[in-house]
């Protein structure tokens, strides 16, 4: 059974920073053109690819929005992804969900199979 689970969200003040993790069990990280990555969805917003890393880790893709920021990054031995958030600003503010699927260049909500229940992150001024 695949799993994920995240961890990591919580409070800070903008301008801080918080370290997402996603804990992957039940598949390796093995097929080409696939990848893990972070998802955030605010209160009336669609869900919006923020970073995704291919299985090799070899590509990586970030929403304009979080570039420079964010740093996705992955620990095959351990099955984990991380997601290094810096400057965090209020409209981070979301519910971060891991996932795992598809992905060839963008990080798109629709391709992915599997999903974490999610880790809300608030940011404030």
């Known amino acids: 059974e695949v799993q994920l689970v995240e961890s990591g969200g919580g409070l800070v003040q903008a301008g801080g920073s918080l370290r997402l993790s996603c804990a992957a069990s039940?598949?390796?990280?093995?097929?080409?053109?696939?990848?893990i990555g972070w998802f955030r969805q605010a209160p009336g917003k669609e869900r919006e690819g923020v970073s995704c890393?291919?299985?090799?880790?070899?590509?990586?893709y970030y929403a304009d929005s979080v570039k420079g920021r964010f740093t996705i990054s992955g620990d095959n031995a351990k099955n984990m992804v991380y997601l290094q958030m810096n400057s965090l600003k209020p409209e981070d503010t979301a519910v971060y969900f891991c996932?795992?699927?598809?992905?060839?260049?963008?990080?798109?909500?629709?391709?992915?199979?599997?999903w974490g229940k999610g880790t809300r992150v608030t940011v404030f001024q």
């Open positions: 996932a795992t699927g598809y992905f060839a260049r963008q990080c798109l909500a629709g391709s992915m199979d599997y």
């Open positions: 039940g598949f390796t990280f093995t097929f080409d053109d696939y990848g």
């Open positions: 890393i291919s299985y090799s880790g070899d590509s990586t």
